[in-house]
C-alpha cells in the first residue's frame, strides 16, 4: 500500500527524508534550536522526537529529527545560534529514505490494529 504523505511530499518536490540524532545541552538549547530551524529553512518535514530527565545533573536532551534537508544543512542552521557546539558535535544522519511513488507504508502500531478490524 503507497504511503499518501509520501506521494504528497513527492507532488511538493521532496527527494528525501534525513533521519538526524543529537544531543542538546539542555531543553532551552533544543527549543532554540527548533526557532531557528523553522525560521532558517525551507524544509517541508519536521518530525521531532525528544528524551530528557528532570535530574538537574544531567540536563541533556536526547533528539531525533525528520527533515529534507542535508547533514551541512541542518549543521549550519546549528551554527546560526550560540551556544550549540553540543548539537553540531553529536549530530548524526542516521538514516536516509529515498521517495519514489512506489514508496510503501512503514508498518506502525496503528497499520496493525487497522488490518486487525478488516
Same mark, same amino acid.
Not at 511538493?12 to 545541552?25: D, H, I, M, R
Given at each position: 500500500?503507497?504511503?499518501?504523505?509520501? /506521494?504528497?511530499?513527492?507532488?511538493?518536490?521532496?527527494?528525501?527524508?534525513?533521519?538526524?540524532? *543529537? =544531543?542538546g @545541552? $539542555? $531543553?532551552?538549547?533544543? #527549543? /532554540?534550536?527548533?526557532?531557528?530551524?523553522?525560521?532558517? $529553512?525551507d524544509s517541508? #518535514?519536521?518530525?521531532w522526537? *525528544?528524551?530528557?530527565s528532570?535530574?538537574?545533573? *544531567? $540536563?541533556?536532551? @536526547?533528539?531525533?529529527?525528520?527533515?529534507?534537508?542535508?547533514?551541512? /544543512?541542518?549543521?549550519? #542552521?546549528?551554527?546560526? =545560534?550560540?551556544?550549540?557546539?553540543?548539537m553540531?558535535?553529536?549530530?548524526?544522519? #542516521?538514516?536516509? @529514505?529515498?521517495?519514489? /511513488?512506489?514508496?510503501?507504508?512503514?508498518f506502525?502500531? =496503528?497499520?496493525?490494529?487497522? =488490518?486487525?478490524?478488516?
Amino acid at each position: 500500500m503507497k504511503d499518501p504523505t509520501n /506521494e504528497l511530499l513527492i507532488k511538493a518536490g521532496v527527494k528525501t527524508k534525513n533521519y538526524f540524532e *543529537f =544531543q542538546g @545541552e $539542555s $531543553s532551552d538549547n533544543i #527549543i /532554540e534550536f527548533h526557532n531557528t530551524i523553522m525560521k532558517h $529553512s525551507d524544509s517541508l #518535514i519536521f518530525i521531532w522526537k *525528544f528524551g530528557y530527565s528532570r535530574d538537574c545533573l *544531567f $540536563s541533556d536532551v @536526547e533528539c531525533e529529527l525528520t527533515v529534507n534537508l542535508s547533514f551541512d /544543512e541542518v549543521i549550519n #542552521i546549528m551554527k546560526l =545560534q550560540d551556544d550549540s557546539h553540543v548539537m553540531i558535535k553529536t549530530l548524526n544522519l #542516521i538514516n536516509q @529514505e529515498i521517495l519514489t /511513488e512506489d514508496s510503501n507504508i512503514k508498518f506502525t502500531t =496503528q497499520n496493525l490494529i487497522d =488490518q486487525e478490524d478488516d
